[in-house]
């Protein structure tokens, strides 16, 4: 029985003494991306070249003409090109899709859910988003809420920008993601 104590307290003893893992940094992105894509709202004349479009309008379903102040209450959806550098004319690497809806009767703001499809040599596979997007900051949080392929499982925060806007009729958004969840 003593040797089945001392063999105890020698075990405990060692895994007291034993050196402690290093924590993991949980604020350190495991996984860090910048990618832009460009919307280019259908306004009833540029259909070859428009990506999104107003699909519901409380203003009588007008769609060819935009809400009165502040959108509110439109539902846009959007196919946009996603490209690696600012520049509408680059080669895209894949496609944003997805919607927005205009959610404010006081100021620009929107309710975002869309998707990145990325289909390049660069990167394969989906980036799901979701989140608000008051659009008069300068920049906007908004949560990675999952991926497929090289992103499968893949979770964390995006910080969008305007980084160019056109009017009512072209916008482009900065998009740097930050995974802090990578499987």
Same mark, same amino acid.
């Given at each position: 029985?003593?040797?089945?104590? *001392?063999?105890? /307290? ?6 007291? =003494? ?6 993991? +940094?949980?604020?350190?992105? =495991?996984?860090?991306?910048?990618? @832009?894509?460009?919307?280019?709202? @259908? ?13 519901? !309008? ?11 102040? &502040? ?5 846009? /959806?959007?196919?946009?090109? /996603?490209?690696?550098? +600012? +520049? ?7 496609? *944003?899709? %997805?919607?927005?809806?205009? !959610?404010?009767? +006081?100021? &620009? ?12 040599? @660069? ?6 988003? *979701?989140?608000?997007?008051? *659009? ?30 056109? %009017?009512?009729? @072209?916008?482009?958004?900065? /998009? ?5 969840? =990578?499987?």
């Amino acid at each position: 029985m003593d040797a089945k104590v *001392a063999l105890f /307290v020698l075990f405990t003893f060692f895994v007291l =003494c034993s050196p402690q893992p290093l924590e993991r +940094n949980q604020y350190a992105p =495991c996984k860090h991306l910048i990618l @832009y894509f460009h919307d280019i709202i @259908y306004n009833g004349r540029n259909a070859p070249n428009a990506t999104s479009a107003i699909v519901a !309008d409380p203003q009588g379903a007008n769609l060819t003409k935009l809400a009165t102040q &502040f959108h509110f209450g439109n539902l846009v /959806v959007f196919d946009d090109p /996603v490209t690696l550098d +600012n +520049n509408l004319h680059s080669e895209p690497v894949g496609r *944003a899709q %997805g919607f927005y809806i205009y !959610d404010s009767k +006081n100021t &620009f703001t929107a309710c975002l859910g869309f998707t990145f499809v990325l289909n390049s040599t @660069y990167h394969q596979g989906t980036i799901t988003f *979701a989140g608000a997007d008051p *659009a008069l900051k300068k920049t906007r949080d908004i949560s990675v809420t999952g991926g497929t392929g090289d992103f499968f499982m893949h979770r964390g925060i995006a910080i969008i920008m305007t980084d160019a806007f056109e %009017g009512e009729v @072209y916008f482009r958004l900065r /998009v740097e993601i930050k995974f802090y969840e =990578c499987w």
